[in-house]
């Protein structure tokens, strides 16, 4: 095992080069959710080339895929995000906020190297499990539109995690860790509701018209007094998406999308309950009729000891990366741009413990990788690709994401991850410890079961303008890796570039 461990190491030292490469390709895609085209093109050519089967499209999702290679038990499904943030564009290494294209999306969250990671984990593995004869299945899939959270419950409802033993996530983070027990943040469920009135000349005839517009006003009323008696763990946030076309026109037609937020399942349905009892009320104070439609659902996180002390021993082996002096300059610089509280001395140099089961539940964000995490036992490896104490979902997240900060966390990680899929392959009582404890603690006083059903259908319709508009913008600067050495070099960005301050720079 120890010999397999050091050789799979260096074997993705030796393929550094690789990671640089997909890293900074998926950077530069820049696609929102639903619309992940030329990643999963990108990502499927490299898997298939190297002997993996792929099912395209899978859940109805095009940009979704599965794939496989090996065969046998354990299956083990490794899965990262891929799509980015509305309104984040931001050239990479440069410590202020300078926009590829400007009002493009962009990697405000680093959701470029977590696939990258996995690909070259998956890689490395691969070589030994076929030289050693080992038995197991390496699956890669993608979470696609999970800044809507709106794909993983599919793949669970549709069966695609019914035969795998074991799935291990990868997330951007600015440390290396992985945690058990119930994670801090929340799950939700997303649902755009839609009111429709009646039309007529608002000057000429007004009292002829019932205004879909208002229903959707008193409907943010109604729930903006209920919010006062709400737990603060909870979470609501809304956006009018529809309101109408023009003032003279009383619109019959409008709609406000929602998520509700809570920390466990009953109590997101619970608020999902109060939230249809509001938007029914504000249909009958208009006179409209209310539909409504759910677009994204997240069970809250509970991962796999067995699996987080496992891969937590190969977390303390690999460390975290040597950071340069030019890293560390760009971080301070960035922490300093915009004003974090929180972290003010640049990139971390010292490994975060395990993380342990939440005592007091913290609120915060979700991911459906919960969904996931109910269906079957699973971890998640947070490596260190980005610059702690940012706001998140911001073009300042994006800063380090296309440089060696992420290039080296994605090497870092990669090799952790490969080391603990060793671990399950060799010792398969590994795997069933894994179940035990994913049936005789997690599951033991509740069950899972997913939030949509069988007839909801993913909302592959969302982002498709904004992409209609930014793809044709963003495709000049895709990342030439056969012209450039790096995606900094091709953009002719000095690592790092600060900001000149009018005032000190004299001199400095
Ligand atoms: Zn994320």
């Given at each position: 095992?120890?010999?397999l461990?050091t050789e799979v190491?260096?074997?993705?030292?030796?393929?550094a080069k690789?990671?640089?490469?997909?890293v900074?390709k998926?950077f530069?895609?820049?696609?929102?959710g639903?619309?992940?085209k030329?990643?999963?093109?990108?990502?499927t050519?490299?898997?298939e080339?190297n002997g993996?089967k792929?099912?395209?499209?899978i859940s109805?999702?095009?940009?979704?895929?599965w794939?496989s290679?090996?065969?046998?038990?354990?299956v083990?499904?490794?899965?990262?995000?891929?799509?980015c943030?509305?309104?984040?564009?931001?050239k990479?290494g440069?410590a202020?906020?300078?926009p590829i294209?400007?009002g493009?999306?962009g990697?405000?969250e680093g959701h470029?190297?977590?696939?990258p990671?996995?690909?070259?984990a998956?890689?490395?593995v691969?070589?030994?499990?076929?030289?050693?004869?080992l038995?197991?299945?390496?699956i890669?899939w993608?979470?696609v539109?999970?800044?809507?959270?709106a794909?993983k419950?599919?793949?669970?409802?549709?069966g695609y995690?019914?035969?795998v033993?074991m799935?291990?996530?990868?997330?951007?983070?600015?440390?290396?860790?992985?945690?058990y027990g119930?994670?801090s943040g929340t799950?939700?469920?997303?649902?755009?509701?839609?009111?429709e009135?009646?039309?007529?000349h608002?000057?000429?005839?007004?009292?002829?018209?019932r205004?879909?517009?208002?229903?959707?006003?008193?409907?943010?009323i109604?729930?903006?007094y209920?919010?006062?008696?709400m737990?603060?763990l909870?979470r609501?946030?809304?956006?009018?998406?529809?309101?109408g076309?023009?003032p003279?026109?009383?619109?019959?037609?409008?709609?406000?999308?929602?998520?509700?937020?809570?920390?466990?399942y009953?109590?997101?349905m619970?608020?999902?309950?109060r939230?249809?009892?509001?938007?029914e009320a504000?249909?009958?104070?208009t006179r409209?009729?209310?539909s409504?439609r759910?677009?994204?659902?997240?069970?809250?996180?509970?991962?796999n000891?067995?699996?987080?002390?496992?891969?937590?021993?190969?977390?303390?082996?690999v460390?975290l990366?040597?950071?340069?002096?030019a890293?560390?300059?760009?971080?301070?610089a960035?922490?300093?741009?915009?004003n974090?509280?929180r972290d003010?001395?640049g990139l971390?140099?010292?490994?975060?413990?395990?993380?342990?089961p939440?005592k007091?539940?913290?609120?915060?964000?979700?991911?459906?990788?919960?969904?996931?995490s109910?269906?079957?036992?699973?971890i998640t490896?947070?490596?260190?690709s980005?610059?702690p104490g940012?706001?998140?979902?911001?073009w300042s997240?994006?800063i380090a994401?296309?440089t060696?900060?992420a290039h080296?966390?994605?090497?870092?990680?990669?090799?952790?991850?490969a080391?603990t899929?060793?671990?399950?392959?060799?010792k398969?009582?590994?795997v069933n410890?894994s179940?035990?404890?994913?049936k005789n603690?997690?599951?033991?006083?509740?069950t899972?079961?997913p939030?949509?059903s069988?007839?909801?259908k993913?909302?592959t319709y969302l982002n498709?303008?904004?992409?209609?508009?930014?793809a044709?913008?963003?495709k000049?600067f895709?990342?030439?890796?056969?012209k450039y050495?790096?995606?900094l070099?091709?953009?002719g960005?000095?690592?790092?570039?600060?900001r000149?301050?009018?005032?000190t720079s004299?001199?400095?």
């Amino acid at each position: 095992m120890q010999a397999l461990k050091t050789e799979v190491q260096q074997e993705i030292d030796k393929n550094a080069k690789m990671a640089q490469v997909m890293v900074d390709k998926v950077f530069s895609f820049a696609e929102l959710g639903f619309h992940e085209k030329e990643t999963a093109k990108y990502i499927t050519g490299i898997l298939e080339k190297n002997g993996f089967k792929i099912e395209h499209g899978i859940s109805g999702v095009p940009t979704a895929w599965w794939a496989s290679w090996g065969s046998g038990k354990p299956v083990i499904a490794i899965g990262s995000d891929v799509d980015c943030i509305p309104r984040a564009s931001q050239k990479p290494g440069v410590a202020y906020h300078d926009p590829i294209v400007e009002g493009a999306p962009g990697h405000g969250e680093g959701h470029n190297a977590g696939v990258p990671l996995n690909v070259m984990a998956a890689l490395a593995v691969k070589n030994i499990m076929k030289r050693e004869k080992l038995s197991g299945t390496l699956i890669l899939w993608p979470g696609v539109a999970e800044e809507l959270v709106a794909t993983k419950a599919y793949y669970t409802r549709d069966g695609y995690f019914n035969e795998v033993d074991m799935c291990i996530f990868t997330h951007v983070s600015s440390n290396m860790n992985v945690s058990y027990g119930q994670a801090s943040g929340t799950g939700l469920i997303s649902v755009e509701y839609t009111f429709e009135g009646e039309s007529a000349h608002s000057a000429g005839s007004p009292w002829r018209g019932r205004s879909a517009a208002d229903a959707v006003e008193l409907m943010n009323i109604g729930w903006n007094y209920a919010r006062e008696h709400m737990h603060p763990l909870g979470r609501s946030h809304s956006i009018i998406n529809y309101g109408g076309d023009q003032p003279n026109v009383v619109p019959s037609k409008a709609s406000i999308w929602y998520y509700f937020r809570e920390i466990t399942y009953p109590k997101i349905m619970a608020t999902y309950e109060r939230g249809n009892e509001i938007a029914e009320a504000a249909a009958m104070m208009t006179r409209t009729k209310m539909s409504k439609r759910i677009l994204g659902t997240a069970w809250p996180r509970h991962f796999n000891k067995v699996m987080a002390e496992t891969m937590y021993e190969n977390i303390k082996t690999v460390g975290l990366p040597q950071w340069s002096e030019a890293d560390q300059t760009l971080a301070k610089a960035v922490q300093r741009e915009v004003n974090s509280q929180r972290d003010t001395s640049g990139l971390k140099v010292k490994l975060d413990t395990i993380g342990l089961p939440v005592k007091n539940p913290v609120s915060g964000g979700s991911d459906d990788i919960g969904d996931i995490s109910w269906k079957v036992p699973t971890i998640t490896l947070r490596f260190p690709s980005n610059i702690p104490g940012l706001q998140g979902h911001h073009w300042s997240n994006a800063i380090a994401m296309a440089t060696p900060i992420a290039h080296k966390g994605v090497v870092a990680g990669a090799k952790v991850e490969a080391m603990t899929i060793l671990d399950f392959l060799l010792k398969p009582e590994l795997v069933n410890q894994s179940w035990d404890y994913y049936k005789n603690v997690q599951t033991a006083n509740q069950t899972y079961e997913p939030m949509i059903s069988e007839s909801d259908k993913p909302a592959t319709y969302l982002n498709a303008d904004i992409m209609e508009e930014y793809a044709p913008k963003l495709k000049p600067f895709y990342y030439n890796e056969k012209k450039y050495d790096s995606y900094l070099e091709q953009l002719g960005i000095e690592y790092p570039t600060l900001r000149v301050d009018k005032n000190t720079s004299e001199g400095m």
